[in-house]
């Protein structure tokens, strides 16, 4: 029978999909009686099974996707990248350290999600001063953006050039170091341009990335050569390098913020997005600012749940549905029920017509934000959820948005304000922690490489709405770009952190993160079953109900009699219920750490 389900694991992964989906089981959250260095990932299988297989690393790490360890952890999309992150633990760095780090190495290894060409949001627990803290780096209008001017169009092959918006990946990370890490940028980009000079190997995951962006890829030779074998896919297992992001890096290395925003390589890539037709100019590039935003929280059967917010809508949808969510007794229905499924997907898309309809960039706008995540308001949300009865229609709640001062002028005067995605979490032994989620938009974003530098660009212009009668989010010069990202990391009774966690995959990422949760404080699982227990997601417009065939078959019937309409119910694993990477963080001060089988990731420790 082991034999078995060993060819079966094999041949699912060599497809590039999930295998063999398990029912969740109640765990201990005790730390494990052993804490020996590992590095452990879903990776393509070899034609032949291997003699033997690595022992799970803790309870629920049913597809040995797991790590675990006494002096700290990083989980991502790539064993690789996570690798990377525990060297820099080792060599004595801190959880910034390694997730900056971790951070340009995914940027390499999964550059159809991330990249120095996107965006991000990180939340940071710091040890030593007891706080929360969150960065955000999102992508930002150029001062040529108004609404109806530019075509900022995604859907298009290849997407707009006038899409591209100003990057946001290198001042955040490299900001987040200089406040609070302890190493140098050189110390830090090292191993990540070491990995691009010498190669590393073609994945599945890789190949399924491209395949799904060839057209756009194709419309730029740069491109196409970076990310092919001169045109053609590579075979699993073959060395890929990128003596070009190398080259950038060390430049980063050597000049900073600065190198990349207002300097001759600055001019370069300018120039080169202006000739393909785009807008950007160097000024756009030398304004752009990362912000220091306070995190966003609300307490869940006894536990904080920490955020981000605005420009993200993400992060309010999250609070807004686990404060709904606690009105009912879920524990009561059990995680297998209808009822639970159904309660979850109701809260769920109400919170998702709330963060769609009333969030954009808080500098421009005045947002209901602490309205959307109080416990008043999910008091009176949680009135229109039946148990047993979906909700037919979901509505965003009667809010208003308007603009702020600054918002207003931007828009009267015409004058600039100067104001497919990625998951990673890191631990260390000081006890900081990092919860971090990056983004191109779409995969490998607008296409756009600029010759010589190793990495292309959002087209993340197309998130704002480009209409001149948007009651919020619309295209403004120098607005933040919104997304649904939502790094989360949870805290235990003294405030410290327990977990950490986030997922990829637009607004199923919000819908992963609140499940993730939810499993946790209420369900008492283990990272294991956290991540490894079957998920659902409501399209928050409609009925359709994305749910994973490891819920019982009673649970299935009685969601389809409730009207909702069922997709991948028959699959093991799903592609759209999100990829969580997360880190538990025991009482005896031990590691879990895991990445998500459904999309591949990994994880390390030590």
């Given at each position: 029978m082991k034999k078995a389900l060993s060819l079966l694991l094999v041949f699912c992964l060599i497809l590039?999909?999930?295998?063999?989906?398990?029912?969740p089981v109640e765990t201990s959250t005790a730390a494990p009686s052993t804490a020996a260095p590992q590095t452990t990932q879903a990776t393509e299988a070899p034609t032949e099974p291997a003699p033997t297989e690595p022992?799970?690393?803790?309870?629920?790490?049913?597809?040995?996707?797991?790590?675990?360890?006494?002096?700290?952890?990083?989980?991502?999309?790539?064993?690789?990248?996570?690798?990377?992150?525990?060297?820099?633990?080792?060599?004595?760095?801190?959880?910034?350290d390694a997730a900056v780090a971790m951070i340009y190495a995914v940027g390499l290894l999964e550059p159809a999600a991330s990249g120095?060409?996107?965006?991000?949001?990180?939340?940071?627990?710091?040890?030593?001063?007891?706080?929360?803290?969150?960065?955000?780096?999102?992508?930002?209008?150029?001062?040529?953006a108004l609404p109806g001017a530019l075509d900022v169009s995604t859907s298009s092959t290849p997407p707009s050039v006038?899409?591209?918006?100003?990057?946001?990946?290198?001042?955040?990370?490299?900001?987040?170091?200089?406040?609070?890490?302890?190493?140098?940028?050189?110390?830090?980009l090292q191993p990540v341009i070491?990995?691009?000079?010498?190669?590393?190997?073609?994945?599945?995951?890789w190949n399924t990335n491209i395949e799904g962006r060839l057209d756009n890829l194709k419309a730029y030779d740069y491109t196409l050569g970076l990310y092919t074998d001169e045109g053609f896919l590579y075979e699993v297992g073959d060395t890929i390098k990128n003596p070009d992001l190398a080259d950038t890096l060390e430049m980063l290395a050597k000049d900073g913020i600065k190198g990349f925003y207002d300097s001759e390589f600055t001019d370069k890539m300018v120039s080169h997005i202006q000739s393909l037709g785009g807008v950007l100019t160097h000024e756009d590039?030398?304004?752009?600012?990362?912000?220091m935003r306070d995190p966003l929280s609300t307490t869940y059967n006894g536990y904080t749940v920490y955020t981000t917010g605005g420009p993200s809508n993400g992060g309010v949808a999250l609070l807004e549905a686990l404060n709904i969510l606690e009105h009912f007794d879920l524990k009561s229905y059990g995680f297998d029920s209808p009822e639970t499924v159904q309660i979850m997907a109701d809260a769920y898309a109400m919170a998702y017509q709330d963060g769609v309809s009333f969030m954009?960039?808080?500098?421009?706008?005045?947002?209901?934000?602490?309205?959307?995540?109080?416990?008043?308001y999910a008091e009176e949300r949680a009135k229109a959820i039946t148990p047993g009865e979906r909700i037919k229609t979901a509505k965003a709640g009667r809010l208003t948005v308007t603009l702020s001062e600054t918002g207003q002028k931007v828009l009267d005067d015409c004058t600039p304000d100067q104001g497919g995605t990625t998951h990673l979490v890191c631990a260390d032994k000081f006890g900081n922690v990092v919860s971090t989620t990056n983004t191109n938009g779409i995969n490998f974003g607008s296409a756009v490489a600029v010759p010589g530098t190793?990495?292309?660009?959002?087209?993340?212009?197309?998130?704002?709405?480009?209409?001149?009668?948007?009651?919020?989010?619309?295209?403004?010069?120098?607005?933040?770009?919104?997304?649904?990202?939502?790094?989360?990391?949870?805290?235990?009774?003294?405030?410290?952190?327990?977990?950490?966690?986030?997922?990829?995959?637009?607004?199923?990422?919000?819908s992963a993160a609140i499940e993730g949760v939810v499993n946790y404080a209420t369900f008492g699982m283990g990272l294991g079953n956290v991540i490894n227990s079957p998920r659902s997601y409501r399209d928050g417009i409609s009925k359709n109900l994305t749910i994973e065939s490891g819920y019982s078959e009673e649970t299935i019937k009685k969601l389809e009699e409730m009207g909702f309409v069922l997709e991948d119910y028959d699959k093991d694993f799903s592609s759209h219920v999100g990829s969580l990477a997360g880190i538990q963080i025991n009482s005896d001060g031990s590691f879990w750490a895991l990445g998500d089988f459904r999309r591949n990731y990994g994880a390390s420790a030590y």
């Open positions: 590039g999909t999930a295998a063999c989906g398990q029912k022992a799970p690393a803790f309870d629920g790490d049913t597809y040995k996707t797991g790590a675990a360890g006494t002096n700290g952890a990083a989980a991502c999309a790539s064993s690789l990248a996570s690798d990377i992150a525990v060297q820099i633990l080792e060599k004595g760095g801190n959880a910034v120095m060409g996107g965006a991000g949001q990180m939340v940071i627990y710091l040890a030593e001063t007891n706080e929360y803290v969150s960065i955000e780096y999102m992508t930002q209008a150029p001062a040529a006038e899409a591209i918006a100003i990057p946001g990946v290198v001042h955040g990370t490299l900001t987040a170091l200089e406040k609070f890490g302890t190493m140098s940028a050189a110390e830090v070491d990995l691009a000079r010498n190669g590393f190997p073609c994945t599945a995951r590039f030398a304004q752009y600012k990362s912000v954009g960039d808080p500098d421009y706008y005045d947002l209901p934000v602490e309205t959307i995540i109080s416990k008043e190793g990495f292309v660009f959002s087209a993340h212009l197309g998130n704002l709405n480009n209409s001149t009668s948007a009651r919020v989010n619309m295209v403004m010069p120098y607005i933040r770009v919104r997304s649904t990202t939502c790094p989360t990391i949870v805290a235990g009774p003294d405030g410290k952190p327990v977990l950490a966690i986030g997922s990829p995959g637009n607004w199923a990422l919000v």
